[in-house]
């Protein structure tokens, strides 16, 4: 278990007593028995909220924002005095899950304690704001719209802000870095979640000071629980799925050394074709995930094959060109891939109609395998490796032109150029040898219209791409 650092220690140690500091005036002045009812009823509310999370397993995801129902304690904010609002937080935050190491108490104690103070940051500027407080004063009217809007949004605002700067600090003396690179992604990107959840915590407070009472605003905490719970849920399998990706791409590196890298910028070449085509977002992922699984089926393909340094037999190509077939079989069963399925099974059809497995031509390849083709073929070509040296983006792209309704798709062409013309493009070094000396380098293409081969071992034997 990591110990964690004095300075770390130090740093929890001001968090509570800067929190003990803040609701001692509770505690000292006399405070309407509405208000410790209120407090009641939120704190139980926002620890049952905590009670999921407690039982989420360690590899699960937890995504920003959904771990704890910030609008609970933002109601808290709303309705409650400054004092009184951070004890809302604090059970709650002491039952809840906190991250694996170190020692969970300690862990738990500064949660709690951050919390709690970004609870007091939001009720201090939603009064400062003009925000009124119905429980903090007797015969104070509930707050109503618009006039309490901003208030509202200034106090989530803050709310974020500080549970952000919080988050900074304790991680920047626990793991010993600067301030501003403790900072996990940009704060802009939690901005919305934050008004979204200050906009409930207000519909909750708005209907909390109602003549339906408390049990009103559970109308907008139940749907808010629900939609936070669904969206944890897409986290999970969207994390999945991306695991599922970077697995089988591992096992096609480490199998075929001499295409490591190509097909994450198969991927990347791919997802610029698709957005010049005016692809919607669902259809740019799925044909990501295309583009990166495309040569999967090089699993099934023996590796003294792959690997071999001279050409071919025909035998051996026979064999190859089984890999689109082998791919489609391998991900048949994997469900979130849709339309990739297909473009891994014919990326290797030409426009002619002579290309593998199927020899389709036209407009019955499908629309992802030819945008997956050019990808691959581009790739290909402006790849440096331990055989061969890159070709410049400008050579690989008129090779392209040139096989344009021959091979490749004159649409998915036209698309890739114009988005190199945007975005530009940066060939990697795929493997960490250097290139043999350009009187060894292998010739250009063998036939007439057909793209030189990136792969030295298959020259003549695959238009385009790697085989």
């Known amino acids: 278990m990591k110990s ?15 929190t003990a500091l803040a609701v001692l005036p509770a505690l000292r002045r006399e405070t309407p028995a509405a208000c410790w009812g209120a407090l009641a009823l939120l704190t139980a509310l926002y620890t049952a909220c905590e009670l999921p999370a407690c039982r989420r397993r360690p590899g699960d995801p937890l995504p920003a924002g959904t771990g704890s129902f910030f609008p609970v304690l933002l109601a808290a904010a709303f309705l409650l005095p400054t004092a009184l609002a951070p004890l809302a937080a604090v059970p709650g935050a002491l039952i809840g899950r906190v991250p694996p190491g170190g020692p969970g108490v ?30 903090g004063v007797p015969g104070e009217p509930g707050p109503h719209f618009p006039h309490a809007l901003l208030p509202a949004a200034a106090g989530a605002l803050v709310f974020c802000l500080v549970l952000n700067l919080l988050e900074a600090g304790i991680r920047a003396t626990a793991e010993r870095r600067p301030l501003r690179a403790s900072r996990r992604g940009p704060m802009v990107r939690s901005l919305l979640p934050q008004l979204v959840h200050g906009l409930a915590g207000l519909m909750m407070a708005v209907l909390w000071t109602s003549p339906y009472g408390p049990v009103s605003a559970l109308f907008v905490l139940l749907p808010m629980y629900i939609s936070g719970r669904l969206f944890a849920q897409y986290h999970r399998e969207r994390a999945a799925h991306q695991a599922t990706i970077r697995a089988l791409v591992q096992a096609v590196d480490l199998k075929d050394r001499y295409t490591r890298g190509h097909s994450e910028r198969v991927g990347h070449a791919s997802v610029l074709i698709a957005r010049e085509l005016d692809m919607d977002e669902e259809r740019i992922e799925v044909i990501r995930f295309a583009g990166i699984l495309h040569d999967v089926g090089k699993l099934g393909v023996p590796t003294r094959v792959l690997r071999k340094e001279g050409p071919l037999t025909p035998e051996e190509r026979r064999v190859i060109e089984l890999h689109p077939e082998y791919g489609h079989e391998i991900v048949r069963g994997i469900g979130f891939l849709g339309e990739a399925r297909a473009a891994i099974l014919h990326h290797h059809e030409r426009m002619d109609g002579t290309g593998y497995p199927h020899g389709l031509a036209g407009e019955q390849i499908p629309e992802f395998a030819r945008v997956v083709a050019v990808a691959d073929a581009f790739d290909a070509m402006t790849s440096t490796r331990s055989y061969s040296r890159a070709r410049p983006v400008p050579v690989a792209v008129a090779e392209l032109e ?11 062409v036209r698309a890739l150029v114009r988005a190199l013309d945007r975005y530009g493009w940066e060939a990697e070094v795929t493997s960490g040898e ?15 219209g057909i793209p030189a081969q990136a792969d030295r071992r298959v020259a003549g034997r695959t238009p385009g791409g790697t085989g």
């Open 434 to 448: 250097a290139p043999p000396p350009r009187d060894r380098l292998p010739a250009a293409s063998a036939a007439p």
């Open 402 to 412: 040139r096989c344009a309704g021959s091979q490749f798709d004159p649409r998915m």
């Open 4 to 18: 964690i650092p004095a300075a770390a220690r130090a740093y929890i140690l001001c968090a509570v007593l800067c």
């Open 106 to 135: 300690l862990r738990r104690i500064w949660r709690a304690a951050q919390l709690a103070l970004a609870t007091w940051s939001a009720a201090a500027t939603h009064t400062l704001a003009g925000g009124v407080r119905p429980l």
